[in-house]
């Protein structure tokens, strides 16, 4: 079926588009070509490259990743930037390339330039020269710096340097290209910072900087009323930044704010206006204090949430209003007591990781298959933690054996509350079964240290 599909995207292409291949019968491009692929290999023959000298209609060229020949690529981009100067695509990824040639800067009507997953060490000056520019991709190379003369580049709207592990910072002149909207940082794990004046580029509408080494954002993000895309958003730190900045923005997708510890102000949450994010999907809180997360309320459209390392210790309440809730995670909180979880209608996945501080369940807990098989998966942890250090009990006995009770407490609430329903469910049963099962394992390990003390 592909064959046949290329055989008919040939046939209506006709000699607009070329595949120049020297090792097969395509060796030359038609002259009236704008759409070409060029593969250079050690056979590589002198009319495959005359045929470029006249391709003066040329307007794409795909240079092909499998390319292993240094120098025949650069033939290939020398008579490109020499004769074909109306070029407005060019794909050079995967090529060995590690500089571009200077003539390469006569080509002002380049408009789309990939050169990424290529051992590029430095940002090629000559770059910075194209100003018809609109899209540069560098993802995937080694550079180190970009240069100020990026700043030249008044047209650029797409710019993505995702995976440049060797990047450390970004120059301010970047905040002169109010055209841009993507800007792509996701995986520059030496990043510590963003330029200061970034709120300047009001086009952007995604900011992808997952995986950086931030440990704060600019002031003044909210000017930048188009931002759709900001997957982190990290509180105060050295530029202060506020989570009011927020209120500001119309986000959508995935939403992480950090350091919340350092918000002192409830009026700051508040200002926020999270609760009016209907754009927010997946909600990450990491690092909160009591006061503040108690008020940090979401938009009821939003699907997923993770809470970490909450340090109240009651559940909040405010996640019982996302009817749309399909995915709940809570990782190393303190909340003492959980609440109707089975309430909400959407959830699919409960998962609750290090809860050491949890003593009861709300006397409404609805067993949900979603709710029980959490809940069975949390008590077995429990239990496997408490196995694993029974007999260390030689030298905290007593603090481990309070731990245990409370474990055993909070099987006792969940079977007491299936009873009272009198639940039917044949696999809920199955697993009431298997909970009642580990609680005679817990009253037994309790039961023996208290007659070994007598």
Not at 150 to 160: A, H, P, R, W, Y
Not at 311 to 320: D, N, P
Not at 389 to 400: M, R, V
Not at 421 to 431: G, T
Request: proline share 3%; hydrophobic share 35%.
């Amino acid at each position: 079926m592909h064959d046949l599909v290329h055989d008919l995207a040939r046939s209506v292409a006709s000699d607009k588009c070329s595949i120049v291949d020297p090792s097969s019968s395509n060796e030359t491009l038609s002259q009236n070509s704008r759409y070409a692929s060029f593969i250079c290999d050690e056979k590589s023959q002198s009319a495959s490259l005359l045929s470029l000298h006249d391709a003066k209609k040329l307007r794409t060229l795909y240079i092909h990743k499998h390319i292993l020949f240094i120098q025949n690529v650069n033939e290939v981009l020398h008579v490109i930037s020499s004769n074909v100067n109306l070029l407005r695509a060019l794909h050079l990824k995967y090529c060995p390339l590690k500089t571009l040639p200077d003539s390469f800067k006569k080509l002002k009507h380049l408009r789309y330039l990939d050169h990424s997953r290529i051992l590029l060490d430095s940002f090629p000056p000559c770059i910075s020269t194209l100003h018809s520019l609109k899209t540069l991709n560098l993802s995937q190379t080694n550079i180190e710096s970009i240069p100020d003369s990026i700043g030249n580049l008044c047209n650029l709207s797409t710019l993505d340097l995702g995976y440049c592990s060797h990047l450390s910072s970004l120059p301010e002149s970047i905040c002169a290209l109010s055209n841009l909207h993507p800007l792509t940082l996701t995986n520059c794990y030496l990043i510590q910072q963003l330029p200061q004046n970034i709120c300047n580029i009001n086009r952007l509408v995604h900011l992808n900087i997952h995986k950086t080494q931030l440990t704060f954002l600019p002031r003044r993000l909210g000017k930048l009323s188009q931002l759709r895309t900001l997957p982190i958003f990290i509180c105060g730190g050295k530029t202060d930044c506020s989570l009011a900045e927020l209120s500001s923005l119309k986000l959508e997708g995935e939403l992480q704010i950090k350091a919340l510890q350092r918000v002192t102000s409830v009026d700051e949450v508040k200002v926020a206006h999270l609760n009016e994010m209907c754009g927010i999907r997946i909600l990450n809180l990491i690092y909160q204090a009591k006061d503040v997360l108690q008020n940090l309320q979401s938009h009821n459209n939003l699907k997923e949430l993770e809470i970490q390392c909450h340090v109240g210790r009651s559940f909040l309440q405010w996640i019982l209003s996302l009817s749309n809730l399909a995915r709940l995670t809570q990782r190393c909180c303190k909340c003492e007591k959980l609440s109707a979880l089975g309430q909400l209608p959407q959830l699919e996945y409960l998962h609750f990781i290090e809860l050491p501080l949890i003593k009861q369940l709300s006397p409404y807990m609805y067993m949900t298959e979603v709710v029980a098989t959490s809940l069975l998966s949390f008590v077995s942890d429990q239990l496997e933690s408490k196995a694993h250090s029974e007999f260390a009990l030689l030298t905290g006995a007593e603090e481990e054996l309070r731990k245990l009770e409370r474990t055993l407490s909070t099987i006792q609430h969940v079977l007491e509350d299936a009873e009272t329903k009198q639940v039917k469910d044949r696999a809920l049963r199955s697993w009431l079964k298997k909970l009642k099962d580990l609680a005679y394992d817990a009253d037994d390990v309790c039961h023996l240290h208290s007659r070994s003390e007598l």
